[in-house]
């Protein structure tokens, strides 16, 4: 079946959604997510006034690229951004011309919700700064931070961290290595005028979290431990952890497949009695239920109890196999 097909038949079976997304005042949105729907490595998301095309496994090819294009553009007729990321390193490896670069590389902004999110399709990192799969992540936040203080881990451009402060939380602390992510979380927080209730924290996430869960910060074996900022023992009452699959410093080790409970354990000892801690994992190739088991096992090592959990599922536009999401996210209660 041509792509051309398969993107018309994506955009179809996105009918109410594209409805429902407008009316909610959200423009960014994945309308072809080609792992599930015919073309592996293959994405075409809306970022608000622009389309991305985005291919990992192999480069499009001018006659592809112009199919795609001409079903976009009935759809809305909005620039189109092609970056080719078929390499293994995922940069982006293709010229635009003068006026899709001009538009590709400065800063738009979007709305998901309401919500205003500082966008740019090309950077100096490799993501266009939201991760359209992580809504339903942070309507949960945004519906469950009224008066609560919120730990925001991993933070990237503070996404969560903005639905938090949006949806009424008293304080929310976005923790990220990245002074480039953090500078973007700024001006998210600025774009909806809760810059006074955010904090932003350039830290490695392993002395952050050991320090506000009253351990000692430790490192790896024979590492010599950079400087980092010095924050006090805290609990929150709402703590969102979503680390990236595979991370290495001098601190520790972020291992989503075979050591999570290294940051879960400090993140839930920063979670308040009666708190929420919202857990991801991206990994396809960890199972739901282990992981969950997982989480229950660690809690109660701590002498603490999972007293209700909710699992937060990917809206429809990133559709899955046999309703197996690679991202999972759920909130577990603790008492």
Request: glycine residues 6%.
């Amino acid at each position: 079946m041509s792509i051309q097909t398969l993107l018309s038949t994506a955009l179809a079976k996105r009918h109410d959604f594209l409805q429902q997304a407008e009316q909610d005042q959200t423009d960014c949105f994945r309308v072809f997510h080609g792992t599930v729907e015919g073309v592996s490595g293959l994405n075409v998301d809306r970022y608000g006034d622009t389309w991305l095309v985005q291919s990992f496994h192999q480069t499009l090819t001018d006659e592809e690229l112009s199919d795609i294009s001409a079903v976009l553009l009935q759809q809305t007729d909005l620039p189109i951004v092609y970056n080719d990321r078929s390499l293994g390193n995922s940069r982006v490896l293709n010229a635009l011309s003068p006026a899709l670069t001009e538009i590709a590389s400065s800063e738009r902004v979007m709305q998901e919700n309401g919500i205003k999110f500082s966008t740019k399709l090309r950077h100096e990192g490799q993501d266009p700064l939201l991760f359209l799969d992580m809504r339903i992540g942070r309507e949960y936040v945004r519906a469950n931070s009224q008066d609560k203080t919120v730990l925001n881990l991993f933070s990237y451009t503070c996404g969560i961290g903005t639905a938090a402060a949006i949806g009424g939380a008293t304080r929310v602390m976005n923790v990220d290595f990245s002074s480039f992510a953090l500078a973007t979380g700024k001006a998210n927080a600025a774009l909806n005028q809760v810059s006074n209730v955010c904090e932003f924290v350039q830290s490695d996430a392993f002395p952050a979290l050991r320090q506000l869960a009253g351990l000692s910060v430790g490192g790896r074996r024979n590492q010599k431990l950079p400087s980092y900022p010095k924050l006090p023992q805290t609990q929150f009452d709402l703590v969102f952890l979503d680390p990236p699959r595979y991370a290495k410093s001098a601190f520790g080790i972020v291992d989503l497949i075979n050591d999570y409970q290294g940051l879960f354990k400090p993140a839930l000892m920063a979670t308040k009695v009666g708190g929420t801690i919202v857990c991801c994992n991206n990994v396809a190739k960890v199972e739901r239920q282990a992981w969950f088991d997982s989480l229950v096992r660690c809690v109660e090592k701590q002498g603490r109890t999972v007293t209700a959990h909710t699992w937060l599922d990917p809206h429809e536009d990133f559709p899955s196999f046999d309703d197996n999401h690679p991202l999972k996210i759920v909130a577990l209660t603790l008492s």
